[in-house]
């Protein structure tokens, strides 16, 4: 992905919209109240 590498983004396909993160490769980073968050706020901004 060159130099400027993103480790959360989202783009369109059709009507929906997908969410990527480069986080969480060690299953730990899911007991992390900060990572429960970030992906608890993409929920909801993904549902709205």
């Given at each position: 992905?060159g130099?400027?590498?993103?480790?959360?983004w989202?783009?369109?396909?059709?009507?929906?919209?997908?969410?990527y993160?480069?986080?969480?490769?060690?299953?730990?980073a899911?007991?992390?109240?900060?990572?429960?968050?970030?992906?608890?706020g993409?929920m909801?901004?993904?549902?709205?």
């Open positions: 992905m130099e400027d590498h993103p480790v959360i989202h783009h369109k396909v059709g009507e929906g919209t997908v969410f993160s480069a986080l969480g490769h060690q299953a730990s899911y007991d992390e109240p900060e990572h429960q968050a970030m992906l608890e993409a909801v901004w993904l549902l709205r």
